[in-house]
């Protein structure tokens, strides 16, 4: 004898009859029985034993191994409803009914899955009792809100409540059975029913359904007894099928009433104003609907109630609203004020246009006088800057002559005097001779800043050519360092060759020269096409540059470091910028402190430039 506890476990009466086998709930053991609360106790037609729970799911008992196997709810995958089952019903397929807590179940054993039916498919409630089946093959489900008839063929519910005949809406676990004769019974908390399935049958009916009452701001309106009686009823409200309104009458109300005496607990409306309503408003057992400040137009107003069956009656009644526009929005007035508006717009037209012309005259004169004064001034500036450009160059190559020989002169003192004088004597020299180097170099590059963009045409120019040419100049910078220079398949652009191998070797260069220590540097250059540019990038893993200094560095004798740390000028990467914009692109950096930075910049392809 197998006994179910609530809180005990599962507990077997062995064969003597007097001693006992216990299956407790044991959290550590995943075999043992998922929860003590023992609900009931179902044996399927293959002997298998279902044990339900009051928060452990289902259980099923193998008597072979004495172990169980679990099914709980989880949200994750497909599993039963809820973890508090009530009762089990075995179908002639073998396949399991588990009323649960939160909706019917239905169980196949074969494929491992549940189906799961709740008041979204039309049962009453989801706390369903128990479950028995009548002679033609249909289900009958106890709930919490009454009695429903399944039909598994089509897989629809009828539900009955106490309108129909029930003791109550609400029925007991474990509380129902079926007589050999066929006869069910229910138990509920206000007593059980007794009923033959085959001899319940159910005649849809459709109660009349009336518009009772009209309201304007809340008043009842009365029906017009003569023709000067201003009233928007000219009869009864059930007898009249259209109604005009002002469009002052902006807030009214309809009325109506289902005549079902039968089932009172099944009068529920629905309504709907087409056009203004999308779809249907469900107002429950409220038999009222208002509406407020409608623009004015043609509209329906429909309602329709449930038949004694708890469905929508497609029995609708309907009534014709015509709202009214104010004087304002007619027709006529809109024509008159669209004559009056035109002929306004046609005047102030005029005289707009009229002014417009005069103040074109005077803009006129003034955008004259400031275009001579900007050619004036433009002509001024060009000149300006070729007389700048060309003492940069006279300046720049007219010191070269006497520094050179002042570097001459000191190295003859070095050679000659080196170790004669004192100490102090030979670091003036070096001091000098190092401050002359220094000089020549920068005179050497504000040489090649003035020159930069003298030659006006633009020629084809081979960026793999000037790379390679590139790295047969500096192939001593690349042996003393080990740096190597990998670039992609570079293009053939319009522009400066002189320039565009400045460019070139002035950001390799930079990547050498500011490389971290004990590190190789490498040097990678590639190019990616950007709607009608070439945008090329250089690449090195060098000491990086602070993100505070990315703009900077691109401004004449703007260094960042100390000389004794690394050599130059302070002009390279001004050299960079004023050629990129010589041939019409724009140059920046991305750097990371410590890991090194990437100089991009754009030119034109060949398509894009004049």
């Given at each position: 004898?197998?006994?179910?506890?609530?809180?005990?476990?599962?507990?077997?009466?062995?064969?003597?009859?007097?001693?006992?086998?216990?299956?407790?709930?044991?959290?550590?053991?995943?075999?043992?029985?998922?929860?003590?609360?023992i609900q009931n106790i179902f044996e399927d037609r293959e002997g298998n034993l279902w044990i339900s729970t009051d928060g452990g799911g289902l259980n099923l008992f193998n008597k072979k191994n004495n172990n169980f196997t679990h099914y709980l709810h989880d949200d994750t995958k497909n599993s039963i409803s809820s973890d508090n089952v009530y009762s089990l019903f075995e179908e002639k397929t073998g396949k399991l009914w588990i009323c649960s807590r939160n909706g019917l179940n239905l169980y196949d054993k074969k494929t491992n899955r549940f189906t799961v039916f709740t008041v979204n498919d039309g049962l009453p409630a989801n706390l369903t009792m128990g479950m028995l089946e009548d002679d033609k093959g249909r289900y009958w489900i106890s709930t919490n809100k009454g009695i429903s008839r399944f039909n598994p063929y089509s897989k629809t519910f009828t539900n009955y409540k106490v309108s129909d005949g029930l003791q109550s809406d609400e029925f007991k676990e474990k509380a129902f059975c079926k007589s050999r004769t066929g006869i069910m019974y229910f138990g509920g908390i206000n007593g059980f029913n007794q009923f033959n399935p085959d001899s319940i049958s159910t005649i849809a009916f459709d109660p009349p359904l009336v518009i009772t009452n009209f309201q304007i701001f809340n008043k009842k309106v009365p029906i017009a007894t003569n023709e000067n009686q201003q009233s928007p009823l000219k009869k009864s409200i059930t007898e009249t099928s259209t109604i005009t309104l002002p469009s002052s009458s902006s807030v009214f109300s309809f009325e109506f009433a289902s005549l079902n005496y039968a089932s009172p607990d099944k009068k529920k409306y629905a309504y709907i104003l087409e056009p203004f309503d999308k779809e249907w408003n469900e107002s429950g057992k409220e038999r009222m609907a208002t509406?407020?400040?409608?623009?004015?137009?043609?509209?329906?107003?429909?309602?329709?109630?449930?038949?004694?069956?708890?469905?929508?009656?497609?029995?609708?009644?309907?009534?014709?609203?015509?709202?009214?526009?104010?004087?304002?929005?007619?027709?006529?007035?809109?024509?008159?004020?669209?004559?009056?508006?035109?002929?306004?717009?046609?005047?102030?037209?005029?005289?707009?246009?009229?002014?417009?012309?005069?103040?074109?005259?005077?803009?006129?004169?003034?955008?004259?006088?400031?275009?001579?004064?900007?050619?004036?001034?433009?002509?001024?500036?060009?000149?300006?800057?070729?007389?700048?450009?060309?003492?940069?160059?006279?300046?720049?190559?007219?010191?070269?002559?006497?520094?050179?020989?002042?570097?001459g002169f000191v190295d003859l003192l070095q050679q000659q005097y080196k170790g004669k004088l004192d100490d102090k004597a030979d670091k003036y020299l070096a001091f000098i001779s190092d401050a002359s180097n220094r000089m020549r170099a920068l005179i050497k590059d504000l040489l090649d800043f003035s020159r930069i963009g003298t030659k006006k045409e633009f020629e084809k120019v081979n960026c793999n050519e000037i790379v390679s040419s590139v790295k047969e100049d500096i192939m001593a910078a690349l042996k003393e360092t080990g740096a190597?220079?990998?670039?992609?398949?570079?293009?053939?652009?319009?522009?400066?060759?002189?320039?565009?191998?400045?460019?070139?070797?002035?950001?390799?260069?930079?990547?050498?020269?500011?490389?971290?220590?004990?590190?190789?540097?490498?040097?990678?250059?590639?190019?990616?096409?950007?709607?009608?540019?070439?945008?090329?990038?250089?690449?090195?893993?060098?000491?990086?540059?602070?993100?505070?200094?990315?703009e900077r560095i691109f401004d004449i004798f703007q260094r960042l470091h100390n000389r004794s740390e690394y050599e130059g000028s302070g002009i390279g990467l001004s050299h960079c910028k004023k050629i990129v914009e010589l041939h019409y692109g724009k140059i920046w950096v991305e750097s990371v402190p410590g890991e090194g930075s990437t100089f991009y910049f754009t030119i034109p392809d060949s398509r894009s430039v004049s």
């Open positions: 004898i197998w006994i179910g506890t609530y809180g005990g476990g599962l507990e077997l009466m062995n064969a003597d009859g007097k001693t006992f086998t216990h299956y407790t709930y044991n959290p550590s053991d995943p075999n043992s029985i998922s929860n003590g609360n509406y407020t400040h409608l623009d004015p137009g043609e509209y329906t107003f429909k309602v329709r109630g449930l038949n004694n069956q708890g469905k929508w009656s497609p029995n609708i009644v309907s009534i014709k609203l015509i709202i009214t526009p104010p004087f304002y929005l007619t027709w006529w007035f809109k024509m008159l004020a669209l004559l009056l508006f035109s002929g306004l717009i046609i005047a102030v037209y005029i005289n707009r246009t009229r002014r417009i012309k005069n103040q074109q005259k005077i803009l006129q004169q003034q955008v004259d006088e400031k275009t001579i004064q900007l050619v004036l001034a433009n002509n001024n500036l060009t000149m300006k800057n070729k007389e700048l450009e060309q003492f940069a160059y006279v300046a720049s190559h007219d010191l070269q002559e006497p520094l050179r020989t002042t570097i190597s220079i990998q670039s992609d398949t570079l293009p053939v652009i319009y522009g400066h060759g002189t320039e565009v191998k400045i460019l070139f070797q002035n950001l390799i260069l930079n990547a050498i020269k500011f490389r971290k220590k004990n590190t190789v540097p490498q040097v990678i250059i590639s190019v990616t096409k950007a709607n009608h540019y070439w945008q090329f990038a250089v690449k090195d893993n060098g000491i990086g540059i602070e993100k505070q200094y990315c």
